[in-house]
């Protein structure tokens, strides 16, 4: 009810001409590095699973940098609707805030100790930066940069050590040791068990699935067979339930959602407008990839949520915002067109 109240008070808003927007670029870039650093603020910041992404204020648990993606994607689309030519030239003074987002989100990585995060940020930098220069070479160089502070990241932050070692050798066929216990055990029995049970639950599915609520989720005892099965893990849940075919169809509506944005990017006349539908769309592209593909091994697993399907009010208020950003671009080009 909220996310939709935030979606028509967002159209209301933003109904006479959303572009103005980008008149506050910076207002919208230094928001959205404060949105996520802001759970490493003292006494409100809070950790959960090894990750230090929620703050905890006046009762209500929330994750910033749900809404930090958000304003990332308006400055990007204003910053560089605005350079895109001059950054085409290679000029190292015009590079300064997009070097910036690159140390923000290494810092994020460091801070935060979630790839997931850094990752979904850098990559939406990375599709903006192409779409508006048309240089490849630049993504490629800049993702050599991302790739190479992830390594390094990778050995000095234990927390992303063990989330690659989980995604490179989930099994183990000897005990090693279990920090969650302080003893040795087997590491699909501590370190890697949600992602093992996950894979387990997404194989029992089959191609036709168990049936929706016919999916075993509890133990004997009661106790959850994958844990976080409603946030991160629902997916599992989904491929369990309604097997390859239902969870393919769930991946095909996704798929096009994402059609469907970039054809609004398409139909948009101004260069605003086309950077923030892409920036918009494949945010929420690039999050479904992430989490399904942590989920099956792709790529590590990350904790960010499956957009509209896991549970989580920060990131329905998110969607709800990026479904709005759309529907404005959508409804100014018909406007024009019509016109």
Same mark, same amino acid.
């Given at each position: 009810m909220i996310g939709v109240a935030v979606f028509a008070a967002t159209l209301l808003w933003l109904r006479g001409d959303f572009r103005v927007l980008e008149r506050y670029k910076y207002v919208f870039g230094v928001t959205a590095l404060f949105l996520l650093f802001l759970p490493l603020a003292p006494g409100i910041g809070e950790t959960v699973n090894g990750s230090r992404l929620w703050i905890h204020f006046a009762g209500l648990q929330f994750q910033p940098g749900e809404l930090g993606k958000i304003a990332l994607i308006v400055f990007l689309a204003a910053y560089l609707r605005e350079k895109r030519e001059v950054l085409a030239q290679g000029r190292l003074k015009d590079w300064g805030p997009l070097l910036a987002i690159w140390g923000g989100a290494m810092l994020v990585l460091v801070a935060t100790d979630d790839l997931g995060s850094a990752l979904l940020y850098y990559g939406i930098f990375l599709a903006l930066l192409y779409v508006a220069t048309a240089r490849a070479a630049f993504v490629a160089a800049a993702l050599a940069l991302f790739v190479a502070g992830s390594v390094l990241v990778t050995y000095l932050v234990s927390h992303v050590h063990e989330r690659v070692t989980d995604w490179l050798s989930p099994w183990s066929?000897?005990?090693?040791?279990?920090? *969650?216990? =302080?003893?040795? @055990?087997?590491?699909?029995?501590?370190?890697?068990?949600? #992602?093992?049970?996950?894979?387990?639950?997404?194989?029992?599915?089959?191609?036709?699935?168990?049936?929706?609520?016919?999916?075993?989720?509890?133990?004997?005892?009661?106790?959850p067979v994958v844990p976080d099965l409603n946030?991160?893990?629902?997916?599992?849940?989904?491929?369990?339930?309604?097997? *390859?075919? =239902?969870a393919a @169809?769930?991946?095909?509506?996704?798929?096009?959602?994402? #059609?469907?944005?970039?054809?609004?990017a398409l139909s948009a006349s101004d260069g605003f407008s086309k950077l923030l539908a892409a920036g918009l769309s494949f945010g929420f592209a690039f999050q479904t990839f992430v989490i399904v593909g942590g989920i099956t091994r792709v790529i590590p697993l990350t904790g960010i949520t499956l957009p509209f399907v896991s549970y989580g009010g920060s990131s329905i208020l998110s969607n709800f915002l990026l479904v709005a950003g759309l529907l404005l671009v959508s409804h100014r080009a018909n406007r024009e067109k019509a016109a």
């Open positions: 066929s000897h005990p090693v040791f279990c920090p *969650l216990t =302080g003893h040795m @055990a087997y590491r699909q029995d501590c370190q890697s068990y949600q #992602l093992v049970q996950s894979l387990y639950s997404i194989a029992h599915g089959g191609f036709g699935g168990t049936g929706l609520g016919h999916g075993i989720v509890t133990t004997a005892a009661g106790g946030t991160d893990f629902i997916y599992s849940a989904l491929a369990q339930e309604l097997g *390859l075919i =239902g @169809a769930l991946l095909l509506l996704y798929m096009a959602f994402v #059609l469907r944005g970039f054809r609004i």
